[in-house]
């Protein structure tokens, strides 16, 4: 059997004006976009800064809040740090400090100041029920000299990237202080970085009741002038690590 191969005859491509300005445009839109994806902008110390407070911001995933006293600033204080735990898949501790005056033995029992303390405690439980993150609080309760220390040791025993505290006026031996010692003392000592939520001066009627929670006898702590490393003598913890 024989079989016949005939070859077609292959006409040449035909180059045409129209053809070269579409292949030119074609190609030009793609290298255009292969350059616009790999340019990198030149980075500058303003933006190599900034990436640093970024990276910075996002590693705060341990967050300590002093509860000081009820107020509405403590409220915000506990809710902005579990709503940054809840973003960071970080843990908040809520610590809350019986403060045992001078003359008496750490486990002393403080009628009054233990049931300031509870309140505090079920108030900062009631505000973390409110949000998504409720299972990120620990609260603790220490009984301590002086909250300031207590704050500071409790932060460098859980390695707290950040503290947030509320600040409220108080009136120290008969002049309105804008600034907590409790928080005065964190600002200086603290082992991490510490953001302080401030709130509206002092009202008058209530200036009463911040004179009788400063009752201390002052020490170089509170006066600024001299430092006291806290050791665990100087507190007693009066409950583990709740959730």
């Known amino acids: 059997m024989l079989?016949?191969?005939?070859a077609t005859p292959i006409n040449p491509p035909v180059i045409t004006p129209a053809g070269v300005v579409i292949a030119l445009l074609f190609a030009s839109s793609i290298i255009g976009v292969l350059g616009w994806m790999l340019h990198l902008p030149p980075e500058t110390e303003l933006s190599r800064t900034a990436s640093r407070a970024v990276?910075?911001?996002?590693?705060m995933t341990r967050i300590l809040v002093p509860l000081l006293r009820c107020s509405e600033e403590t409220d915000r204080a506990l809710a902005l740090a579990l709503q940054m735990?809840?973003?960071?898949?970080?843990?908040?501790?809520?610590?809350?400090?019986?403060?045992?005056?001078?003359?008496?033995?750490?486990?002393?029992?403080?009628?009054?100041?233990?049931a300031r303390v509870q309140a505090l405690v079920e108030r900062a439980r009631s505000v973390a029920r409110q949000t998504p993150s409720a299972s990120a609080l620990t609260v603790r309760v220490l009984k301590a000299r002086q909250a300031g220390p207590a704050i500071v040791?409790?932060?460098?025993?859980?390695?707290?990237?950040?503290?947030?505290?509320?600040?409220?006026?108080?009136?120290v031996r008969g002049?309105?202080?804008?600034?907590?010692?409790?928080?005065?003392?964190?600002?200086?000592?603290?082992p991490c970085e510490v953001l302080v939520l401030s709130g509206a001066r002092l009202p008058l009627h209530h200036e009463q009741e911040p004179a009788q929670l400063s009752q201390h006898p002052a020490t170089a702590e509170e006066t600024g002038t001299g430092q006291r490393s806290p050791t665990h003598e100087a507190f007693q913890e009066l409950s583990g690590s709740s959730r």
């Open 175 to 190: 002049s309105l202080q804008q600034i907590d010692p409790a928080v005065e003392y964190v600002l200086k000592h603290a």
């Open 3 to 6: 079989v016949m191969l005939v």
């Open 85 to 114: 735990a809840r973003h960071r898949n970080g843990s908040v501790w809520a610590l809350a400090v019986i403060e045992v005056p001078f003359m008496l033995p750490l486990d002393a029992t403080l009628g009054a100041e233990e």
């Open 153 to 171: 040791y409790e932060a460098t025993q859980i390695a707290a990237d950040l503290i947030i505290v509320a600040n409220y006026p108080v009136r």
């Open 55 to 59: 990276r910075s911001i996002n590693k």
